[in-house]
């Protein structure tokens, strides 16, 4: 168990909708990362926050917005869906407990746009 | 820019060989170098990295990584392959210098026949 928490595990929606994908990241972990994996695209890093604070971005669409609350846990939201936006997501933290790039990987969001 | 090539999708291996999993990379600067280890339906576990210091460096269950800075190399190696080690591999880079998000390879399947 990495300690990081992503919610929900599996989200089927349809094209046009907006979902939110929820993630808490291991107790004391400032940063929190978005991912997206998807068979033709591979492991693509979509935003960091840091602290509450956008640290870098990614590939991450315009459709795509993110925000990392005081509490440190982070909400990724995706809306205009679209089928090529069905993935896997993935949240990791790090802190300063850990070595630079030891990112901790929560499960990820399956998200399924029909 | 930084980026990572994995050229082989699938490695197949004997139990009880040795195993190899070959990773190359680019990077501007002094370049932190990882492995991460994923198993179906789970997120990504943390292997090894290199930072500094010695080129071979030693992991989780006994995979270790050497890194060749004139090949611009960091290949994933375990002297007896084991049924348990089948899974996706991920090496990732990092600028020293730069930002603290991770640029994976696109993976690559591990697949060790009893």
């Known amino acids: 168990d990495s300690g990081v928490t992503q919610t929900p595990k599996h989200l089927i929606t349809a094209t046009g909708q907006r979902v939110t994908l929820r993630c808490s990241p291991r107790?004391?972990?400032?940063?929190v990362y978005w991912y997206q994996q998807s068979l033709d695209q591979g492991l693509q890093f979509l935003i960091q926050?840091?602290?509450?604070?956008?640290?870098a971005k990614g590939n991450i669409l315009e459709r795509f917005s993110a925000q990392q609350f005081p509490d440190l846990h982070s909400e990724l939201n995706l809306s205009s869906l679209e089928l090529g936006d069905s993935a896997l997501y993935f949240c990791?933290?790090?802190?300063?407990?850990?070595?630079?790039?030891?990112?901790?990987f929560g499960e990820g969001s399956r998200l399924t746009v029909l | 820019a930084q980026s990572v090539a994995q050229p082989e999708d699938q490695v197949n291996v004997a139990e009880g060989n040795p195993l190899t999993v070959k990773c190359t990379y680019s990077?501007?600067?002094?370049?932190?170098l990882f492995w991460y280890v994923q198993y179906p339906n789970r997120g990504l576990q943390f292997l090894l990295k290199?930072?500094?210091?010695?080129?071979l460096v030693k992991g989780s269950y006994g995979f270790e990584a050497e890194f060749n800075k004139s090949q611009t190399s960091f290949h994933l190696k375990k002297p007896s392959a084991l049924v348990s080690d089948s899974a996706l591999y991920f090496c990732?880079?990092?600028?020293?210098?730069?930002?603290?998000?991770?640029?994976f390879g696109k993976g690559t399947h591990l697949i060790i026949q009893p």
């Open positions: 990791a933290s790090s802190g300063t407990g850990t070595g630079p790039g030891e990112l901790f």
């Open positions: 107790s004391g972990d400032l940063s």
């Open positions: 926050y840091y602290n509450g604070e956008e640290r």
């Open positions: 990077v501007s600067g002094n370049p932190y």
């Open positions: 290199y930072i500094t210091g010695d080129n």
């Open positions: 990732a880079v990092r600028d020293g210098g730069g930002a603290d998000g991770l640029t």
